[in-house]
């Protein structure tokens, strides 16, 4: 595996699922139990999935099957959904629009998917978080925005994307992110 695939692993949504976690945690206090919820459902739970397919053969690590993605883009709406639920029975507003923003870019992008082309989810899942951390006056989300060109750079590199899929992973992690906010209406 060349440096750039490398890269591509390292700057992957789980990557940036991560900080969004570790910010959250640190900024709201959550407890050891909160942490380690939060981290089920947006780190690992989306992640699974892939890896399970990814040893079976099924597909490759980077998901590069169109196909196969929007079954493995809907298991990750499942987890994200289900972190929704439970952070809404903790009245934590800001962590359950954590989840809320991550369901609906999924969502969107599993729709891209299957009705037009294979979006970026990699650029999705780095301006997505990015922008989630911003909405909640966290500005650790300027530095994981920062790293959006870093990481379409690279995936252009590695011939996954087209410079218009790309495109399409920010635009739609820009648009749905926002509404999630405003859903919640968080002040």
């Given at each position: 595996?060349?440096?750039?695939?490398?890269?591509?692993?390292?700057?992957?949504?789980?990557?940036?699922?991560?900080?969004?976690?570790?910010?959250?945690?640190?900024?709201?206090?959550?407890?050891?139990?909160?942490?380690?919820?939060?981290?089920?459902?947006?780190?690992?739970?989306?992640?699974?999935?892939?890896?399970?397919?990814?040893?079976?053969?099924?597909?490759?690590?980077?998901?590069?099957?169109?196909?196969?993605?929007t079954p493995l883009l809907l298991l990750a709406v499942v987890s994200y959904a289900a972190g929704f639920l439970y952070f809404?029975?903790?009245?934590?507003?800001?962590?359950?629009?954590?989840?809320?923003?991550?369901?609906?870019?999924?969502?969107?992008?599993?729709?891209?998917?299957?009705?037009?082309?294979?979006?970026?989810?990699?650029?999705?899942?780095?301006?997505?978080?990015?922008?989630?951390?911003?909405?909640?006056?966290?500005?650790?989300?300027?530095?994981?925005?920062?790293?959006?060109?870093?990481?379409?750079?690279?995936?252009?590199?590695?011939?996954?994307?087209?410079?218009?899929?790309?495109?399409?992973?920010?635009?739609?992690?820009?648009?749905?992110?926002?509404?999630?906010?405003?859903?919640?209406?968080?002040?």
């Amino acid at each position: 595996m060349g440096w750039d695939r490398t890269a591509s692993l390292a700057l992957s949504p789980t990557t940036f699922s991560a900080v969004v976690v570790a910010s959250l945690s640190l900024r709201l206090g959550l407890s050891p139990a909160e942490i380690a919820a939060a981290s089920a459902f947006l780190v690992l739970g989306p992640v699974i999935p892939v890896l399970a397919a990814a040893r079976s053969g099924a597909v490759d690590i980077f998901v590069s099957d169109r196909a196969m993605r929007t079954p493995l883009l809907l298991l990750a709406v499942v987890s994200y959904a289900a972190g929704f639920l439970y952070f809404r029975r903790l009245d934590l507003t800001e962590v359950e629009f954590a989840f809320l923003a991550y369901a609906l870019v999924t969502t969107g992008m599993a729709l891209v998917n299957e009705l037009h082309t294979k979006g970026s989810i990699h650029v999705a899942g780095v301006v997505g978080p990015g922008l989630t951390l911003l909405l909640l006056g966290d500005w650790a989300g300027a530095a994981v925005l920062a790293a959006a060109p870093a990481v379409a750079w690279i995936r252009l590199r590695v011939g996954a994307h087209s410079p218009s899929q790309v495109l399409i992973g920010a635009v739609v992690a820009l648009t749905l992110t926002p509404a999630a906010y405003a859903a919640l209406r968080i002040a």
